[in-house]
C-alpha cells in the first residue's frame, strides 16, 4: 500500500502532507525531512527508487519519487507496490494537476492546497491506487466545482496566481 | 477558495516571512486570532469554512493544531457542499482514529453515506477510508458494502467503496463478514468500468490472501481479465496509459495470481502461459518515451516474478533470465535497479542458477554502481545466487568491496559475507581466513553475533582449532588495533592456545605478549574476558604463571568492580596449594548445542510485517521453501475441499503468515548470548551453583532433626475446598492457598529458573495457641524441596508464622508436592497440595517475532510433540481473563502473531533444572466466542511436557479463572 504522499520543493519546505497511517505531525515533519535530505542529494540520473525510510517502516518501505521543476513528488509504499507503477502514478497525478490547473506550478500548489488533496483524493484513496485516467481524475473534480459553485460558494474561476516556471517546463523523467 | 480572501492574505503574509522565528510570531497571531473568533457564537459557515483552511495551511507547514476539530465536525453537516469538503478533508487530516471526536462524525458520515448525492456518498467514503477507526468500521461498513453491490451505484461509488471496504478489513478484519461477501465480490471484478474492476481487484487481493479457499474463484476471474486486456483488447481507451492499456489493473492481476498455488487446470495452464507469451513480446516493442516503457515495464517485471512463481524452470523463465540478463546492462537506472531485483527473484527460486551465473561479472559491476539502490539490490542479488561454485568469487568480491562500502550497507553486508562463509565454506581455513579478514576489516560494524558464532563454531570444530589459534595469534600482532579481534583472539586463545604452543612464535609468553599488549585499550567488558583468558594460561601453561599473577596482583586494585572481583578471584583459584580447582575451573568448554545460526535470524528479523505478503524473499533456494510448502498444502486442501469452502475457514498458521526460514533448529535470539557470555563468569557462577547445591543450610540442617515430622502427607486426606485456592495459587504468585474456621494458610512465591522461594504463611484464627506445630514436605528425585529459615515452633492466637520453602526443579514432574502440617503433638493434621507446577518454573518469551514463532512451531510439528484439546468453556470466555490467565501461567504472548486478534499465541521457556534442561514451549488457543468452545495447542519438544501443560490449562479454561 502506498503509506505517504509527499511535495515539497527543492528547499524541502512542504506543499503537501498526506499520511495514509497514523502519524504524529512531529514525526511527519521528521519525515519529511528525513526523505528530502535522501532525496535531494541525488542527481537526476539516478533511478527513483530508495529504499528504507527509517521512521515509516524501515527497510520494507520503498521511497518512489519523481523530481518536476522546483518540486519532489514523493510516494513511500511498502514493498507490495509495483516501483514502476508507482512511478507512472506520480506521472498521472502531476498530469491531472496540470490539466486541473491549467499548466501547474508551485504557486498553484500552495494557494489551492485543498484543491490538491481534492485531487490527489481522486486518484489514491486510503492507501490505494483508486483511479488512473485522467479523464476520470478530471471529470471528478469538474463535478466537484459545479457542486460548490451551486452550493453557492463564489468561486471566481480565476486561479490568478501565477508563476512564469510552469512544472511542466520542468519535467525531467 | 480562492474566493476566500483573508486566507490568500494569510498564505502571502507566511511567504514573505523569511525567517522561522517571523513565521512563527505571523502564527501564533493568527491561532490567538483563530481561537477568539471561535469562541464568538454567530460564525457562518463561510468563515468557519475560512479559518478550518488557515489551521490547515498551518498543518502542512508542520506546526501542532491542537484546536478547530469541532468547528471542522460542523462544516461537515454543512449543506453548501464547498464547507462540507472542506470539513472532510480538516477531519481525515487532522483526525486521529482513535480520538474521541471520531464519534461526532459517524451519524454524519452515515446520511452522507446515504444520500441521493453521489458526489456526497464519495465524501464520505472517502473519509471512512482515511479515518477508518473501530466506530467507523462497526457501523458504517455494512453501508459501505451495499454501495459497493448495489446495482444502482455509479462506477465512480463503486470502485470508492472497494478502497474503503479495504481500507476497514485491513484495519479491523474482523468486524465484516467478508467470506459471506466473497461471490459477490469475486463478480464485480468482471465490472465494465476498468476503474471499478481495478479498486474491486485490489480489495480481492487484500481478502484472498486471508482467506484464500473462499476467494479462490477470483483466479479465474483475474486471468478472464488479462485475457480481455491482453487477447480481446476490450478495454475502454480511455484506460490507456502512453500505450498501455491500464497498465495498473494488469499487474494487479497478475500479482494476484502469484498468492495462489500454479492451477491444476492444463487448459488455466496454457491461457497463463499465453499470457505472459504475449507480455513478453510486447516488451519487445521500442519504447516512445520514459513513460511508455516505464509502464510496459512494469507489467512486464510483475510478468517474470509470476512466470518464476508458476515454474522457475520453465522455458519462460528461460526467456526471462535473458531479458533480465539484458535489463541489469541497461543504460536507465530504474531498468538495472528492477533488473537485478527480479534477477535475485529467480535466483531465489530456480533450481539451477547457472543462467543467472552467466551474469556474474555485471551483477558484481552492479556493486560499484553510482547509486546506492542500484548497489543494495545487487549485494541481495549475489547473496541469493551465491551457491559451492562461486562462492570463493563472490565472498572474496563482497570482502574486498566492504572496505570501500556505504556505511548505512556495511552492517548488513557483514552479517550476509558471514553466512555465506559459514554456508559455502569446503576447506575450514577458507572459512577461518575469510571470517577473521571480515572482523579484522569491518572493525566495529561486526555484530557480536558474528563473533559469538565464530567462538561457537570453533569450539564445535575441532580441526579448525589448530589453525584458528594460528591465525588468530597472527592478526594479534599487527600493529593494527581491533576490539573484537581482540575478543576472538582472546577466547580462542584460551581455550586452544596450547594447540600451537610448540611452533615458533606461537610460544606461551609469546601468546601472552600478543594479548596483553592490546589490553590497556580495550573497553572494561573486554578486560574482564581477557582476565579469564589469562587463568586459562595458567591453567594452561604453568610456565608463565609468573607473568600472569603480576597482572592479576596488579587488577586486585583496580577501580572497576567486575575487574577487581575477577583478579582476585583468579589470584585465588591460581595460587592454590594444588591445581584441582584451577583444573576444573578452566576445563575445556564443551560443544556448543547445535542451533540455528542467529546471524539468519537477525538478518531475517530486518524483514518485518507489511500490508501485504511478501511474494518470495531474498535468500537461496531453501529460504522460499516454506512459502512453497505452504502454496503446496492450500493446493491440496483447494481439491479436497472442492466445492464446501465452510469446513476450512481456519487455515494453517504457515499459510498465514509465510516467512523465511532456512537452517534447523531456531533459539531464541539471546540463548547464543548466553551461552557464549557464560563463560566471562565462569568462576563466579560455579560457585553460585555449588552453593546451591549444597543440601541444607547450616541454619536448616540444626533445626531439622527438631523439627522432622516422619509422617507422610499420603496418610492424611486432604481437606475439603482445598483445591480453590490451590487452584487459583497455580497462576498466581500470591494469595489463600487454604482457609477454615481455625487457620489461614496464604503463600507468597518466586521463581528464577529451576529454583524458586515459597513463603508459607500460618495465620492462627482460633483462641488457642498452635503448640508445637511440625511441617513436612517430602521431595522427590524430580522437585526438591527444603525447608529453610526459622522454622515456626508455635503460632499464638491471631499471630502468624511463616514457613520458608526453597523448591528446585531437576526434571520434568507432574506430581503435586504436598505440605503436612501437625499441631498439637499429633492431634490435628492439615494436608495441603503446594502450588508447585512445571509452568512456575516458565520465564515468558515476548521478543519473539511472528517469523521465529511459525518457524519454531513447524519445527516441533504436530503429535505427538503437539497436544491438542478442544474445550466446551463452562463459563462464558472473557477474552481479558483468558489474557491474565495465561500471562499468570507464565506464557508470554504475542501480540501480532496470529492474524486473528482474538487468538492467543504465547511462549516460554521451562527451566527443568540438570536432568530435564531447558524447554522451550509455544502455544496457541483459539477461542471460539460464538460457541464458547477453545482450542488449545500445546507445542514442545517434549511429549510429556506438551501433555502436562496442556492438562494444567484445560481446568482453568474449562472452568473460568
Given at each position: 500500500?502506498?503509506?505517504?504522499?509527499?511535495?515539497?520543493?527543492?528547499?524541502?519546505?512542504?506543499?503537501?502532507?498526506?499520511?495514509?497511517?497514523?502519524?504524529?505531525?512531529?514525526?511527519?515533519?521528521?519525515?519529511?525531512?528525513?526523505?528530502?535530505?535522501?532525496?535531494?542529494?541525488?542527481?537526476?540520473?539516478?533511478?527513483?527508487?530508495?529504499?528504507?525510510?527509517?521512521?515509516?517502516?524501515?527497510?520494507?518501505?520503498?521511497?518512489?519519487?519523481?523530481?518536476?521543476?522546483?518540486?519532489?513528488?514523493?510516494?513511500?509504499?511498502?514493498?507490495?507496490?509495483?516501483?514502476?507503477?508507482?512511478?507512472?502514478?506520480?506521472?498521472?497525478?502531476?498530469?491531472?494537476?496540470?490539466?486541473?490547473?491549467?499548466?501547474?506550478?508551485?504557486?498553484?500548489?500552495?494557494?489551492?492546497?485543498?484543491?490538491?488533496?481534492?485531487?490527489?483524493?481522486?486518484?489514491?484513496?486510503?492507501?490505494?491506487?483508486?483511479?488512473?485516467?485522467?479523464?476520470?481524475?478530471?471529470?471528478?473534480?469538474?463535478?466537484?466545482?459545479?457542486?460548490?459553485?451551486?452550493?453557492?460558494?463564489?468561486?471566481?474561476?480565476?486561479?490568478?496566481?501565477?508563476?512564469?516556471?510552469?512544472?511542466?517546463?520542468?519535467?525531467?523523467? | 477558495?480562492?474566493?476566500?480572501?483573508?486566507?490568500?492574505?494569510?498564505?502571502?503574509?507566511?511567504?514573505?516571512?523569511?525567517?522561522?522565528?517571523?513565521?512563527?510570531?505571523?502564527?501564533?497571531?493568527?491561532?490567538?486570532?483563530?481561537?477568539?473568533?471561535?469562541?464568538?457564537?454567530?460564525?457562518?459557515?463561510?468563515?468557519?469554512?475560512?479559518?478550518?483552511?488557515?489551521?490547515?495551511?498551518?498543518?502542512?507547514?508542520?506546526?501542532?493544531?491542537?484546536?478547530?476539530?469541532?468547528?471542522?465536525?460542523?462544516?461537515?453537516?454543512?449543506?453548501?457542499?464547498?464547507?462540507?469538503?472542506?470539513?472532510?478533508?480538516?477531519?481525515?487530516?487532522?483526525?486521529h482514529e482513535n480520538s474521541d471526536l471520531v464519534r461526532l462524525v459517524v451519524?454524519?458520515?452515515?446520511?452522507?453515506?446515504?444520500?441521493?448525492?453521489?458526489?456526497?456518498?464519495?465524501?464520505?467514503?472517502?473519509?471512512?477510508?482515511?479515518?477508518?477507526?473501530?466506530?467507523?468500521?462497526?457501523?458504517?461498513?455494512?453501508?459501505?458494502?451495499?454501495?459497493?453491490?448495489?446495482?444502482?451505484?455509479?462506477?465512480?461509488?463503486?470502485?470508492?467503496?472497494?478502497?474503503?471496504?479495504?481500507?476497514?478489513?485491513?484495519?479491523?478484519?474482523?468486524?465484516?463478514?467478508?467470506?459471506?461477501?466473497?461471490?459477490?465480490?469475486?463478480?464485480?471484478?468482471?465490472?465494465?468500468?476498468?476503474?471499478?474492476?481495478?479498486?474491486?481487484?485490489?480489495?480481492?487481493?487484500?481478502?484472498?490472501?486471508?482467506?484464500?479457499?473462499?476467494?479462490?474463484?477470483?483466479?479465474?476471474?483475474?486471468?478472464?481479465?488479462?485475457?480481455?486486456?491482453?487477447?480481446?483488447?476490450?478495454?475502454?481507451?480511455?484506460?490507456?496509459?502512453?500505450?498501455?492499456?491500464?497498465?495498473?489493473?494488469?499487474?494487479?492481476?497478475?500479482?494476484?495470481?502469484?498468492?495462489?498455488?500454479?492451477?491444476?487446470?492444463?487448459?488455466?495452464?496454457?491461457?497463463?502461459?499465453?499470457?505472459?507469451?504475449?507480455?513478453?513480446?510486447?516488451?519487445?516493442?521500442?519504447?516512445?518515451?520514459?513513460?511508455?516503457?516505464?509502464?510496459?515495464?512494469?507489467?512486464?517485471?510483475?510478468?517474470?516474478?509470476?512466470?518464476?512463481?508458476?515454474?522457475?524452470?520453465?522455458?519462460?523463465?528461460?526467456?526471462?533470465?535473458?531479458?533480465?540478463?539484458?535489463?541489469?546492462?541497461?543504460?536507465?537506472?530504474?531498468?538495472?535497479?528492477?533488473?537485478?531485483?527480479?534477477?535475485?527473484?529467480?535466483?531465489?527460486?530456480?533450481?539451477?542458477?547457472?543462467?543467472?551465473?552467466?551474469?556474474?561479472?555485471?551483477?558484481?559491476?552492479?556493486?560499484?554502481?553510482?547509486?546506492?539502490?542500484?548497489?543494495?539490490?545487487?549485494?541481495?542479488?549475489?547473496?541469493?545466487?551465491?551457491?559451492?561454485?562461486?562462492?570463493?568469487?563472490?565472498?572474496?568480491?563482497?570482502?574486498?568491496?566492504?572496505?570501500?562500502?556505504?556505511?548505512?550497507?556495511?552492517?548488513?553486508?557483514?552479517?550476509?559475507?558471514?553466512?555465506?562463509?559459514?554456508?559455502?565454506?569446503?576447506?575450514?581455513?577458507?572459512?577461518?581466513?575469510?571470517?577473521?579478514?571480515?572482523?579484522?576489516?569491518?572493525?566495529?560494524?561486526?555484530?557480536?553475533?558474528?563473533?559469538?558464532?565464530?567462538?561457537?563454531?570453533?569450539?564445535?570444530?575441532?580441526?579448525?582449532?589448530?589453525?584458528?589459534?594460528?591465525?588468530?595469534?597472527?592478526?594479534?600482532?599487527?600493529?593494527?588495533?581491533?576490539?573484537?579481534?581482540?575478543?576472538?583472539?582472546?577466547?580462542?586463545?584460551?581455550?586452544?592456545?596450547?594447540?600451537?604452543?610448540?611452533?615458533?612464535?606461537?610460544?606461551?609468553?609469546?601468546?601472552?605478549?600478543?594479548?596483553?599488549?592490546?589490553?590497556?585499550?580495550?573497553?572494561?567488558?573486554?578486560?574482564?574476558?581477557?582476565?579469564?583468558?589469562?587463568?586459562?594460561?595458567?591453567?594452561?601453561?604453568?610456565?608463565?604463571?609468573?607473568?600472569?599473577?603480576?597482572?592479576?596482583?596488579?587488577?586486585?586494585?583496580?577501580?572497576?568492580?567486575?575487574?577487581?572481583?575477577?583478579?582476585?578471584?583468579?589470584?585465588?583459584?591460581?595460587?592454590?596449594?594444588?591445581?584441582?580447582?584451577?583444573?576444573?575451573?578452566?576445563?575445556?568448554?564443551?560443544?556448543?548445542?547445535?542451533?540455528?545460526?542467529?546471524?539468519?535470524?537477525?538478518?531475517?528479523?530486518?524483514?518485518?510485517?507489511?500490508?501485504?505478503?511478501?511474494?518470495?524473499?531474498?535468500?537461496?533456494?531453501?529460504?522460499?521453501?516454506?512459502?512453497?510448502?505452504?502454496?503446496?498444502?492450500?493446493?491440496?486442501?483447494?481439491?479436497?475441499?472442492?466445492?464446501?469452502?465452510?469446513?476450512?475457514?481456519?487455515?494453517?498458521?504457515t499459510q498465514q503468515k509465510q516467512q523465511p526460514t532456512s537452517n534447523p533448529?531456531?533459539?531464541?535470539?539471546?540463548?547464543?548470548?548466553?551461552?557464549?557470555?557464560?563463560?566471562?563468569?565462569?568462576?563466579?557462577?560455579?560457585?553460585?551453583?555449588?552453593?546451591?547445591?549444597?543440601?541444607?543450610?547450616?541454619?536448616?540442617?540444626?533445626?531439622?532433626?527438631?523439627?522432622?515430622?516422619?509422617?507422610?502427607?499420603?496418610?492424611?486426606?486432604?481437606?475439603?475446598?482445598?483445591?480453590?485456592?490451590?487452584?487459583?495459587?497455580?497462576?498466581?504468585?500470591?494469595?489463600?492457598?487454604?482457609?477454615?474456621?481455625?487457620?489461614?494458610?496464604?503463600?507468597?512465591?518466586?521463581?528464577?529458573?529451576?529454583?524458586?522461594?515459597?513463603?508459607?504463611?500460618?495465620?492462627?484464627?482460633?483462641?488457642?495457641?498452635?503448640?508445637?506445630?511440625?511441617?513436612?514436605?517430602?521431595?522427590?528425585?524430580?522437585?526438591?524441596?527444603?525447608?529453610?529459615?526459622?522454622?515456626?515452633?508455635?503460632?499464638?492466637?491471631?499471630?502468624?508464622?511463616?514457613?520458608?520453602?526453597?523448591?528446585?526443579?531437576?526434571?520434568?514432574?507432574?506430581?503435586?508436592?504436598?505440605?503436612?502440617?501437625?499441631?498439637?503433638?499429633?492431634?490435628?493434621?492439615?494436608?495441603?497440595?503446594?502450588?508447585?507446577?512445571?509452568?512456575?518454573?516458565?520465564?515468558?518469551?515476548?521478543?519473539?517475532?511472528?517469523?521465529?514463532?511459525?518457524?519454531?512451531?513447524?519445527?516441533?510439528?504436530?503429535?505427538?510433540?503437539?497436544?491438542?484439546?478442544?474445550?466446551?468453556?463452562?463459563?462464558?470466555?472473557?477474552?481479558?481473563?483468558?489474557?491474565?490467565?495465561?500471562?499468570?501461567?507464565?506464557?508470554?504472548?504475542?501480540?501480532?502473531?496470529?492474524?486473528?486478534?482474538?487468538?492467543?499465541?504465547?511462549?516460554?521457556?521451562?527451566?527443568?533444572?540438570?536432568?530435564?534442561?531447558?524447554?522451550?514451549?509455544?502455544?496457541?488457543?483459539?477461542?471460539?466466542?460464538?460457541?464458547?468452545?477453545?482450542?488449545?495447542?500445546?507445542?514442545?519438544?517434549?511429549?510429556?511436557?506438551?501433555?502436562?501443560?496442556?492438562?494444567?490449562?484445560?481446568?482453568?479454561?474449562?472452568?473460568?479463572?
Open positions: 500500500m502506498i503509506k505517504s504522499v509527499l511535495i515539497f520543493n527543492n528547499h524541502g519546505k512542504p506543499r503537501l502532507i498526506k499520511f495514509y497511517q497514523q502519524i504524529d505531525i512531529a514525526t511527519q515533519q521528521a519525515l519529511v525531512q528525513e526523505i528530502y535530505s535522501l532525496v535531494s542529494k541525488r542527481p537526476d540520473t539516478v533511478c527513483n527508487f530508495l529504499e528504507g525510510s527509517k521512521l515509516l517502516g524501515g527497510k520494507d518501505t520503498r521511497v518512489i519519487y519523481r523530481h518536476y521543476a522546483t518540486l519532489y513528488f514523493v510516494f513511500v509504499v511498502d514493498e507490495s507496490e509495483s516501483e514502476l507503477g508507482i512511478l507512472d502514478l506520480i506521472q498521472v497525478f502531476v498530469e491531472s494537476l496540470d490539466r486541473c490547473f491549467e499548466n501547474v506550478c508551485e504557486l498553484d500548489l500552495i494557494f489551492h492546497f485543498d484543491e490538491v488533496h481534492h485531487i490527489l483524493s481522486e486518484i489514491v484513496q486510503g492507501g490505494m491506487v483508486l483511479e488512473t485516467n485522467m479523464n476520470e481524475i478530471v471529470a471528478a473534480i469538474n463535478e466537484m466545482n459545479k457542486a460548490k459553485k451551486k452550493s453557492g460558494s463564489t468561486t471566481t474561476g480565476s486561479l490568478s496566481v501565477r508563476a512564469s516556471e510552469t512544472l511542466r517546463a520542468g519535467f525531467r523523467h | 477558495m480562492s474566493a476566500m480572501r483573508g486566507l490568500t492574505v494569510f498564505i502571502a503574509d507566511i511567504r514573505n516571512c523569511r525567517v522561522r522565528e517571523l513565521e512563527e510570531k505571523r502564527i501564533n497571531k493568527e491561532m490567538a486570532n483563530i481561537r477568539s473568533k471561535f469562541k464568538e457564537t454567530n460564525l457562518n459557515g463561510y468563515q468557519k469554512k475560512k479559518y478550518v483552511c488557515k489551521l490547515l495551511y498551518m498543518y502542512i507547514l508542520g506546526w501542532e493544531i491542537d484546536f478547530g476539530h469541532l468547528e471542522a465536525v460542523n462544516l461537515i453537516s454543512s449543506t453548501k457542499y464547498s464547507e462540507k469538503q472542506i470539513g472532510y478533508l480538516a477531519v481525515t487530516l487532522l483526525f451519524n454524519s458520515t452515515k446520511k452522507d453515506l446515504d444520500d441521493m448525492n453521489e458526489i456526497n456518498n464519495c465524501l464520505a467514503l472517502h473519509a471512512i477510508a482515511n479515518i477508518g477507526g473501530r466506530e467507523m468500521a462497526e457501523s458504517l461498513a455494512p453501508d459501505v458494502h451495499r454501495l459497493l453491490i448495489s446495482p444502482t451505484s455509479k462506477s465512480f461509488v463503486k470502485k470508492k467503496a472497494a478502497l474503503t471496504l479495504l481500507r476497514l478489513f485491513r484495519k479491523h478484519p474482523d468486524v465484516m463478514p467478508v467470506t459471506d461477501w466473497a461471490e459477490r465480490i469475486i463478480s464485480l471484478m468482471e465490472d465494465y468500468d476498468l476503474g471499478v474492476a481495478l479498486s474491486v481487484t485490489t480489495l480481492v487481493l487484500a481478502l484472498a490472501q486471508s482467506h484464500p479457499l473462499e476467494y479462490a474463484g477470483c483466479y479465474e476471474k483475474a486471468v478472464h481479465r488479462l485475457k480481455r486486456i491482453l487477447i480481446d483488447r476490450d478495454y475502454s481507451l480511455d484506460y490507456i496509459y502512453y500505450k498501455v492499456p491500464t497498465p495498473w489493473l494488469q499487474v494487479k492481476c497478475l500479482r494476484l495470481l502469484q498468492y495462489y498455488p500454479p492451477p491444476e487446470d492444463p487448459k488455466l495452464r496454457s491461457d497463463i502461459s499465453e499470457l505472459l507469451q504475449i507480455i513478453m513480446g510486447n516488451s519487445q516493442d521500442a519504447p516512445k518515451n520514459v513513460q511508455h516503457s516505464n509502464a510496459q515495464n512494469a507489467v512486464l517485471f510483475e510478468a517474470i516474478n509470476l512466470a518464476i512463481h508458476l515454474d522457475s524452470n520453465s522455458t519462460i523463465c528461460a526467456q526471462a533470465a535473458q531479458l533480465l540478463g539484458r535489463f541489469i546492462s541497461s543504460k536507465e537506472t530504474n531498468v538495472r535497479y528492477l533488473g537485478l531485483e527480479t534477477m535475485a527473484h529467480l535466483a531465489a527460486c530456480v533450481d539451477s542458477l547457472e543462467p543467472i551465473k552467466r551474469h556474474q561479472e555485471t551483477i558484481m559491476m552492479s556493486l560499484r554502481d553510482k547509486d546506492i539502490s542500484v548497489r543494495r539490490r545487487g549485494l541481495d542479488l549475489l547473496y541469493s545466487m551465491c551457491d559451492m561454485t562461486n562462492a570463493k568469487v563472490v565472498v572474496s568480491e563482497l570482502l574486498r568491496y566492504l572496505q570501500v562500502a556505504d556505511y548505512a550497507m556495511r552492517e548488513e553486508m557483514v552479517l550476509k559475507i558471514a553466512i555465506l562463509a559459514e554456508k559455502f565454506a569446503t576447506a575450514y581455513s577458507w572459512y577461518v581466513d575469510i571470517i577473521l579478514q571480515l572482523i579484522s576489516t569491518a572493525g566495529e560494524q561486526v555484530g557480536e553475533e558474528v563473533w559469538f558464532r565464530v567462538v561457537q563454531i570453533v569450539t564445535n570444530n575441532e580441526e579448525l582449532q589448530e589453525y584458528a589459534a594460528k591465525t588468530v595469534l597472527n592478526y594479534l600482532g599487527s600493529p593494527q588495533y581491533n576490539e573484537t579481534m581482540v575478543k576472538v583472539g582472546g577466547y580462542i586463545l584460551g581455550e586452544f592456545g596450547h594447540l600451537i604452543a610448540n611452533y615458533p612464535g606461537c610460544s606461551p609468553i609469546e601468546q601472552f605478549q600478543a594479548v596483553h599488549a592490546k589490553f590497556n585499550l580495550c573497553s572494561l567488558n573486554t578486560r574482564a574476558l581477557l582476565l579469564t583468558t589469562y587463568v586459562k594460561f595458567v591453567n594452561l601453561f604453568p610456565e608463565i604463571k609468573g607473568q600472569v599473577l603480576t597482572v592479576f596482583n596488579q587488577y586486585r586494585y583496580v577501580l572497576d568492580s567486575e575487574l577487581q572481583q575477577r583478579a582476585c578471584e583468579y589470584l585465588a583459584v591460581s595460587t592454590m596449594q594444588t591445581d584441582d580447582m584451577l583444573q576444573t575451573v578452566c576445563e575445556e568448554m564443551p560443544p556448543f548445542p547445535e542451533r540455528e545460526s542467529t546471524l539468519l535470524l537477525k538478518l531475517n528479523q530486518k524483514i518485518g510485517d507489511t500490508e501485504d505478503k511478501r511474494v518470495w524473499f531474498i535468500g537461496g533456494k531453501e529460504a522460499n521453501l516454506e512459502r512453497q510448502e505452504g502454496l503446496k498444502r492450500m493446493a491440496s486442501m483447494r481439491m479436497n475441499s472442492t466445492d464446501s469452502t465452510t469446513n476450512n475457514a481456519q487455515p494453517s498458521p533448529a531456531p533459539s531464541q535470539p539471546s540463548q547464543t548470548a548466553m551461552d557464549l557470555l557464560a563463560f566471562d563468569d565462569l568462576t563466579i557462577s560455579s560457585n553460585n551453583n555449588n552453593n546451591a547445591n549444597v543440601p541444607p543450610s547450616p541454619a536448616a540442617a540444626v533445626a531439622a532433626p527438631i523439627q522432622e515430622l516422619t509422617k507422610s502427607p499420603n496418610e492424611v486426606q486432604l481437606p475439603q475446598g482445598y483445591e480453590l485456592g490451590y487452584n487459583q495459587s497455580l497462576y498466581t504468585s500470591e494469595g489463600v492457598l487454604y482457609e477454615n474456621a481455625q487457620l489461614q494458610v496464604s503463600v507468597k512465591s518466586e521463581y528464577h529458573g529451576s529454583h524458586g522461594r515459597l513463603a508459607i504463611y500460618i495465620t492462627n484464627k482460633s483462641m488457642m495457641p498452635l503448640d508445637p506445630i511440625r511441617f513436612n514436605a517430602p521431595s522427590t528425585d524430580k522437585l526438591s524441596i527444603q525447608m529453610t529459615g526459622d522454622v515456626p515452633k508455635k503460632i499464638n492466637p491471631a499471630e502468624q508464622g511463616c514457613l520458608l520453602l526453597q523448591v528446585e526443579c531437576h526434571d520434568m514432574f507432574n506430581e503435586i508436592p504436598s505440605l503436612l502440617m501437625e499441631f498439637n503433638g499429633g492431634n490435628d493434621y492439615l494436608h495441603l497440595k503446594l502450588p508447585v507446577v512445571l509452568t512456575k518454573f516458565q520465564e515468558p518469551i515476548t521478543t519473539m517475532d511472528g517469523a521465529s514463532f511459525f518457524k519454531r512451531w513447524n519445527q516441533i510439528g504436530g503429535a505427538p510433540r503437539e497436544n491438542q484439546v478442544i474445550i466446551t468453556a463452562q463459563v462464558p470466555i472473557q477474552l481479558e481473563t483468558v489474557r491474565t490467565l495465561l500471562q499468570g501461567f507464565k506464557f508470554g504472548l504475542l501480540i501480532g502473531v496470529d492474524p486473528n486478534p482474538n487468538n492467543f499465541v504465547g511462549a516460554g521457556v521451562i527451566d527443568m533444572g540438570k536432568a530435564g534442561g531447558k524447554v522451550g514451549v509455544l502455544l496457541r488457543l483459539e477461542p471460539n466466542l460464538e460457541q464458547n468452545m477453545y482450542r488449545l495447542t500445546v507445542r514442545t519438544p517434549s511429549e510429556s511436557v506438551s501433555e502436562q501443560l496442556r492438562v494444567l490449562l484445560e481446568r482453568p479454561l474449562t472452568f473460568g479463572a
